[in-house]
């Protein structure tokens, strides 16, 4: 059974290797540093297809570099939502390891899961409906990224959505399309702001906080290149910071703080990173159920009036945010 597995549904490595890809860069220590994320990702795909054991699976991930890991855990939850999509009489892999290993890694599992649909073709949905009502939207992320990855003719020259993509939905698959940005324009910052400007002015804010996401969470440019990021973006700052904040939440929840992440925080929210993983948290604080508004847009947006309401400082990191009494830790 692993042997089928791994021969109809493997992934090589060279799928994720920028030359192949016809990805581009400039920087050529950037492209090594991306390509070693994508390395990490294959990992723990491939690992998952031959044991899908939430603990043995946990250890295979473990192998990779440790600032990697959260990259493997995401090839990973796409193998188990692969498998759980495509086997309907022996599901729950996701689930299990979700509630186990996968604990630790909660953002990258569920916007792993989101590949599974994107590579199926499937809407996501269906998948969506089985997850925690707040982070069920990193699975469009996930859905996003994947078509920005892999399908980047359609969804970044062409900026076409997927007609199955509908709603909020949208704006969460441009958030995970923001992140690809990173990958397949090698972490080159004006290439990079150069397409984000070239989409709708309605879609920017959503690209730009997937942008600043994977600049924290993957890396791969120095203090000079996160400051042109800051300067270039600067319209959308708030956007750019959030998705640094949640990078910054994710690694620190994982329980590693890349020093790549602890920069990019310095730099693009202007606090540490512990102080912007805080921020995400308590912005969680009195959350309402989905509405009008999903509530998953609602923390966002809290998190972006924090950073848009200077000063924000170790000493205030909490200003209030609109329709608070104070502020939101009430």
Not at 182 to 201: H, K, N, P
Not at 216 to 222: L, R, S, V
Not at 255 to 273: K, M, N, R, V, Y
Request: charged share 20%; net charge positive.
């Amino acid at each position: 059974m692993t042997r089928l597995r791994q021969r109809l549904l493997g992934i090589s490595e060279s799928q994720t290797s920028f030359v192949p890809r016809g990805f581009h860069w400039r920087d050529e220590n950037a492209r090594q540093h991306l390509e070693k994320s994508g390395a990490a990702f294959v990992h723990g795909y491939n690992s998952a297809l031959s044991d899908d054991r939430p603990e043995p699976l946990a250890s295979r991930l473990h192998e990779v570099e440790l600032e990697k890991v959260g990259f493997a855990f995401e090839g990973a939850s796409m193998a188990l939502a692969l498998l759980d999509l495509l086997t309907p009489f022996n599901h729950g892999r996701l689930e299990r390891f979700l509630h186990g290993p996968g604990s630790a890694h909660v953002y990258m599992v569920h916007v792993g899961a989101g590949w599974a649909a994107a590579r199926l073709r499937r809407s996501p949905y269906g998948l969506m409906n089985k997850m925690h009502p707040l982070f069920r939207w990193l699975a469009v992320d996930g859905y996003g990224f994947h078509e920005g990855y892999f399908h980047s003719r359609q969804t970044i020259q062409q900026q076409k959505i997927p007609r199955r993509i509908t709603g909020y939905a949208g704006r969460a698959f441009d958030q995970g399309l923001g992140r690809s940005l990173w990958f397949v324009y090698g972490a080159d910052v004006e290439a990079i702001v150069q397409t984000v400007q070239s989409f709708e002015a309605r879609r920017r804010p959503d690209l730009y906080s997937g942008v600043g996401l994977a600049a924290a969470y993957a890396g791969g440019i120095d203090d000079q290149s996160l400051r042109r990021l800051k300067s270039l973006g600067s319209e959308y700052e708030s956007a750019i910071a959030q998705g640094a904040a949640f990078a910054a939440k994710a690694r620190m929840r994982a329980g590693h703080l890349a020093s790549h992440t602890e920069i990019a925080c310095q730099i693009l929210c202007e606090i540490p990173a512990e102080i912007a993983a805080a921020i995400t948290d308590e912005a969680l604080q009195n959350l309402p159920a989905d509405g009008a508004e999903p509530s998953y847009e609602i923390w966002r947006c809290r998190i972006q009036a924090a950073f848009s309401r200077r000063p924000v400082s170790p000493s205030n990191p909490h200003p209030a945010l609109p329709g608070d009494k104070g502020d939101f830790r009430k």
